[in-house]
């Protein structure tokens, strides 16, 4: 892939991409994926599976086996059309593309506002109550001395900052559709830029809806957007979907594991292998995709069914095998909710993840012995 380093000169480098941020243990499978794209893309090697993100792959398993073996023998960033679809790998995922439209500022402006949108759409309530009204925000935030109540004043304001930028924004694509010329100097410009600064800073401390961690990948989105040509804004994304698409993997992984051949969840593995495929596929494909409508009903109908799940307990079983299984359903939705809540950001919710492989290990752990006798 040809990586166009002057747009990752200057003022483009100094901003940190945090979806690439981490590096990764290493597997014994692990294979090459991008650790960070500031002036080029370096490969490095990455835990994770090699399982490929086609729904095409639950009903043609030779299909996977084809694109797994092509994922392992490919570099980052190859292109090729599989199926029909044009797709890059990154991370051992072959990630569905789209093209990207001209870079044009109004063409910036309307994937800003969508991603301003999108981040409002999952973080927790409130971000968008002030509007317009920056001063009014800003002075609220300075004023207050709860530090409780300042996070979430400090919300408020990141949420009036991104409305302003928008509104800077906005205004300059107006003047340039009137012959006006913008140049990358413009005040404006740098005012819009200092204000996607500071919402990134606020944002830091702002939590999913859910209550789970906050979702720093969203918030530096518009930023990028802002930075980036639109070409390499994609090419981001699609680095941000395969380690979406392997976290994916790993939680699904990790809550199998739990219930590997224990007659009680009989059947509990192809529920969550089927939610984790969906989810995947979900990830790569954008909402103005003709696919969308099936691909959305796959996904929420596989969400739906693992939720429903009942293990199979005897009657007059003793009270800590029912323990046993009631926990285990607890563990299932905890962890049907925690891929719903990631497939619809669209980005990693790592701290999440951790705690729930955590949840998943403790549980395998305490209930062990019910677990291999249950086995046997």
Same mark, same amino acid.
């Given at each position: 892939?040809?990586?166009?380093?002057?747009t990752y000169a200057?003022?483009?480098?100094? /901003?940190?991409l945090?979806i690439?941020?981490?590096?990764?243990?290493?597997h014994p499978? *692990?294979i090459?994926?991008?650790d960070? &794209?500031?002036?080029s893309?370096?490969?490095?090697?990455?835990?994770?599976t090699s399982s490929?993100? &086609?729904m095409?792959?639950m009903a043609?398993p030779s299909?996977?086996?084809?694109?797994r073996?092509?994922?392992?023998?490919?570099?980052p960033g190859?292109?090729?059309?599989?199926?029909?679809?044009?797709?890059?790998?990154y991370?051992? /995922?072959?990630?569905k593309?789209? $093209?990207?439209?001209?870079d044009?500022l109004?063409? !910036?402006?309307?994937l800003?506002? %969508?991603?301003t949108?999108?981040?409002f759409n999952?973080v927790?309530?409130?971000l968008?109550?002030p509007?317009?009204?920056?001063?009014e925000?800003?002075?609220?935030y300075?004023?207050?001395?709860h530090?409780?109540?300042?996070?979430?004043i400090g919300?408020?304001?990141?949420?009036?900052?991104f409305n302003? %930028?928008?509104?800077i924004?906005? !205004?300059l694509?107006e +003047?340039?559709?009137?012959?006006?010329?913008?140049r990358?100097d413009? $005040? @404006?410009l740098?005012d819009c830029?200092?204000?996607?600064?500071?919402? =990134?800073?606020?944002g830091k401390t702002v @939590?999913?809806?859910s209550g789970?961690?906050?979702?720093?990948?969203?918030?530096?989105? $518009?930023?990028?957007a802002?930075? =980036?040509?639109?070409e390499?804004?994609?090419?981001?994304?699609y680095?941000?979907i395969? /380690?979406?698409? *392997?976290?994916?993997?790993d939680?699904?992984?990790?809550?199998g594991?739990?219930?590997?051949?224990?007659?009680?969840?009989?059947g509990v593995a192809? =529920?969550?292998r089927?939610?984790?495929?969906?989810? !995947?596929?979900k990830?790569?494909?954008?909402?103005?995709d003709?696919e969308?409508f099936?691909?959305w009903a796959r996904f929420?109908v596989a969400?739906?069914? =693992?939720?429903a799940f009942?293990?199979?307990?005897?009657?007059g079983?003793? $009270?800590?095998?029912?323990?046993?299984? +009631?926990?285990?359903?607890?563990l @299932?939705?905890?962890?049907k909710g925690?891929?719903?809540?990631i497939?619809?950001?669209?980005v990693?919710m790592?701290?999440s993840?951790?705690?729930?492989i955590a949840r998943?290990?403790?549980?395998?752990?305490?209930?062990?012995? +019910?677990?291999?006798?249950?086995s046997?």
């Amino acid at each position: 892939m040809r990586v166009r380093r002057s747009t990752y000169a200057g003022k483009t480098a100094r /901003y940190r991409l945090s979806i690439l941020s981490r590096r990764r243990s290493i597997h014994p499978t *692990r294979i090459f994926c991008f650790d960070k &794209v500031v002036e080029s893309y370096r490969a490095v090697r990455c835990r994770g599976t090699s399982s490929v993100v &086609v729904m095409l792959a639950m009903a043609d398993p030779s299909h996977a086996t084809r694109l797994r073996t092509s994922a392992q023998e490919s570099p980052p960033g190859t292109r090729r059309t599989i199926d029909g679809e044009a797709r890059v790998h990154y991370c051992g /995922y072959w990630v569905k593309t789209y $093209p990207a439209p001209a870079d044009t500022l109004r063409a !910036k402006r309307e994937l800003i506002v %969508a991603l301003t949108r999108r981040l409002f759409n999952h973080v927790e309530h409130g971000l968008n109550i002030p509007g317009h009204r920056l001063e009014e925000a800003r002075a609220a935030y300075d004023q207050e001395p709860h530090e409780g109540r300042k996070r979430v004043i400090g919300a408020m304001l990141a949420g009036a900052l991104f409305n302003r %930028a928008t509104d800077i924004f906005t !205004k300059l694509v107006e +003047m340039q559709a009137l012959g006006i010329e913008i140049r990358n100097d413009n $005040p @404006l410009l740098r005012d819009c830029e200092g204000h996607f600064q500071e919402a =990134l800073h606020l944002g830091k401390t702002v @939590l999913h809806r859910s209550g789970e961690e906050g979702i720093d990948e969203l918030w530096g989105e $518009p930023m990028k957007a802002f930075t =980036l040509s639109i070409e390499d804004f994609y090419e981001s994304r699609y680095v941000k979907i395969a /380690y979406t698409m *392997r976290e994916i993997d790993d939680i699904s992984d990790a809550l199998g594991r739990v219930f590997e051949g224990v007659p009680m969840f009989h059947g509990v593995a192809t =529920l969550i292998r089927e939610l984790s495929e969906a989810a !995947k596929r979900k990830v790569e494909v954008l909402r103005t995709d003709p696919e969308i409508f099936d691909v959305w009903a796959r996904f929420a109908v596989a969400a739906e069914n =693992l939720s429903a799940f009942q293990p199979f307990v005897l009657h007059g079983h003793d $009270p800590s095998q029912r323990e046993c299984a +009631m926990q285990g359903v607890q563990l @299932l939705r905890a962890g049907k909710g925690l891929l719903y809540h990631i497939t619809r950001a669209r980005v990693r919710m790592p701290k999440s993840a951790r705690d729930f492989i955590a949840r998943c290990e403790l549980y395998r752990e305490t209930h062990f012995g +019910m677990l291999r006798a249950l086995s046997s």
